[in-house]
Nanobody
Framework: QVQLVESGGGLVRAGGSLRLSCLASASIFSVNFIAWYRQAPGEQREWVAS???????HYANSVKGRFTISRDNAKNTVYLQMNSLKPEDTAVYYCHAEYIYRGNFWGQGTQVTVSS
């Protein structure tokens, strides 16, 4: 089993920034990808961004240009830098990792609330 622990959520005003972290209990060298998802109340969970083992990044259209995903292999951590936050970014943000041999894992989530 791999544990993923998200942190960095909180309350911020519209236009502000937050940086989320996802700390993995196992080396992230052996992942196919790590992604961030979010789920707003009453909504389905949606994909936000992902980063592959080669470092390629991909973003949902709703966050492109505002969010940046990155990874620090030495710290087994993936980050999501969120700038120019909007009230519609309010959600619980989840980290998801697909390991090559171990399978898929999810974190417990971290709440992000953006006030208008």
């Amino acid at each position: 089993q791999v544990q993923l622990v998200e942190s960095g959520g909180g309350l911020v005003r519209a236009g502000g920034s937050l940086r989320l972290s996802c700390l993995a209990s196992a080396s992230i060298f052996s992942v196919n990808f790590i992604a961030w998802y979010r789920q707003a109340p009453g909504e389905q969970r949606e994909w936000v961004a992902s980063i592959t083992s080669s470092g390629s990044t991909h973003y949902a259209n709703s966050v492109k240009g505002r969010f940046t995903i990155s990874r620090d292999n030495a710290k087994n951590t993936v980050y999501l830098q969120m700038n120019s936050l909007k009230p519609e970014d309010t959600a619980v943000y989840y980290c998801h990792a697909e390991y090559i041999y171990r399978g898929n894992f999810w974190g417990q989530g971290t709440q992000v609330t953006v006030s208008s």
